[in-house]
């Protein structure tokens, strides 16, 4: 929901609700308020966005309308003029539809994209992370690779025409996605894909899913250096 302009969310204050009434803006304090407001203009000043929901529609304005719009302002500087963005990613994953909206975002700014893996970065989390120009986790984060889930229609010919488009479209544009942006090699993917890969930081820097690990290899003041 919106307050003065700015997005809250409602489940800091344990409300699951998702509707934009602005009779809930009661249950907000003005200290509330202004601490959230304040760690939004911290986040805009700063080039941080934060991805610690599923991937979904929501990822488009969350991800890619601020990607976009750094780039707007960025425009006419080389890439190396450009302050870099952060993107802390701690997500179960979602729909594959929408996080290739976002994979497209990433890989065509022409603002560096620094992705920081925390916690979790399972299924096309995973994904969005290795989109990044850069890819960095902690010594704890976890990561899963698998095939996905594509969703289900609500129909039995709706999900057969989906599952088709997914066998000829999506599941090859995730290998080659993969396969093109670490150092996993064919052979082992098209072995374990079908199963639930999980993978830990040490792993995850020798397949070139992430290039460092944060307080092992770099400090965490690197990200901001």
Known sequence: M?????????SMVGVNSHEDDE???????????????????????????????????KAINNICMKIIGWNMEDCGLPAEEREPIHLFIHSNGGDI???????????????????????????????ILVA????????HTIFLLHDGTFGTEDSGSKFLDFA?????????????????????KEEWYDGNIRKENWIDADEA???????????EDVPMDILWS
Request: with cysteine.
């Open 2 to 10: 919106k307050i003065k302009g700015y997005d809250f969310d409602l």
């Open 23 to 57: 009779d809930l803006a009661t249950i907000f304090t003005a200290e509330d308020i202004e601490d959230e407001i304040d760690r939004q203009e911290w986040l805009k000043s700063s080039r941080v966005i934060i991805l610690n929901e599923d991937v979904s529609e």
């Open 97 to 127: 539809i929408s996080g290739f909206a976002v994979i497209d975002v990433i890989q065509n700014s022409e603002t560096p994209v620094i992705g920081v893996g925390f916690g979790k970065v399972y299924s096309m989390a995973f994904s």
């Open 132 to 139: 990044c120009q850069v890819s960095l986790g902690f010594k």
């Open 164 to 184: 088709e488009f997914a066998k000829k479209n999506l599941i090859n544009k995730c290998k080659e996605h993969i396969l093109n942006s670490t150092n996993i």
């Open 205 to 215: 820097k020798d397949m070139g899913i992430i290039q460092f690990i944060i307080g």
